[in-house]
């Protein structure tokens, strides 16, 4: 199999399903929590499947509360699925080895998927190599399984092209954004209005010129309907005419055909009468 669509298995627009309710109890729990519960609630948080999104319960004060603690792993690892990648997380625990904690299976699943969410902002088709480089794995089954866990899980909608080795995403959920991406965010809106403008400017500069031609057509259109209707009706003059002419020529034949007839009957009737006159002289 060289294609593996899963586009109809979803609708047209990708919702996670009770991804806010699901954040929002984790956030009243820490709102009242403090020390090694808070720790716990973003464990727990990390690992729900219904939540992808940690800006909220990142901005709550016992969760801010952790930096400087012996708990501020934590806080940096919901930094981690809040805004970067799988990638981010082995960089930072590879440079920095005590600023992150291990994770479970669970959890670096999820933020594999959220890593895949990433790429796709940049690129449609995400080449199977990057997707490999930037999620650690190191056989092509297992990121199938990862893409396909991502798409049950209703997180992208797209297509494994195993024959040209890439990830077709169609959409994704969204992701948390941070302050200093809003600039980003407005300069990629600004140019895709802009491309949407430029699009539509186009399209009116053809319709105006489809109408043109439509215009032009027509015209000659009928300019050659009038040039039939011309040529027809001199045609049919011409017809009208040759055929008064051969009648009038019939006519004359007619005629002519009938004096000489007449001609020829006179001058038999005199020969006759010659004939019997000279007979008749004979006889006396």
């Known amino acids: ?105 669970v959890m670096s699943c999820k933020l594999r998927q959220l890593s895949i969410i990433t790429l796709a902002r940049s690129r449609r088709n995400i080449p199977y ?53 809003f600039q980003i965010i407005t300069n990629v809106l600004n140019e895709w209005s802009r491309n949407c403008d430029n699009i539509l400017s186009n399209i009116e500069h053809q319709m105006s010129s489809a109408n043109q031609v439509k215009e032009e057509t027509i015209k000659n259109f009928e300019l050659i309907e009038n040039k039939v209707a011309s040529i027809r009706k001199t045609l049919k003059f011409s017809v009208d005419n040759e055929d008064t002419i051969i009648t009038d020529v019939n006519n004359v034949y007619a005629r002519d055909n009938s004096d000489v007839k007449f001609t020829k009957r006179n001058a038999t009737s005199k020969v006759q009468k010659n004939t019997s006159s000279k007979a008749w002289r004979k006889n006396e």
């Open 129 to 181: 190599k990057l997707l490999l480089e930037e999620l650690g794995v190191n056989t092509i089954r297992e990121l199938e399984d990862i893409i396909i866990d991502a798409i049950y899980a209703n997180v992208i909608k797209g297509t494994m092209d195993q024959k040209n080795s890439q990830l077709e995403i169609d959409q994704t959920i969204g992701r948390d954004v941070r302050e200093q991406d």
């Open 1 to 105: 199999m060289n294609h593996i669509d899963f586009g109809n298995r979803f609708d047209s627009k990708i919702e996670v399903p009770e991804t806010s309710r699901g954040l929002s109890q984790f956030v009243n729990s820490a709102e009242s929590s403090d020390g090694q519960m808070v720790v716990d609630i973003i464990k727990q948080a990390l690992e729900a499947q219904s939540v992808y999104v940690f800006s909220e319960l990142l901005n709550v004060t016992s969760v801010q509360g952790l930096s400087g603690t012996s708990n501020e792993e934590y806080l940096n690892l919901l930094k981690i699925f809040a805004y970067g990648t799988y990638s981010d997380y082995v960089k930072q625990r590879r440079d920095k080895p005590n600023s992150l904690p291990e994770m479970t299976q």
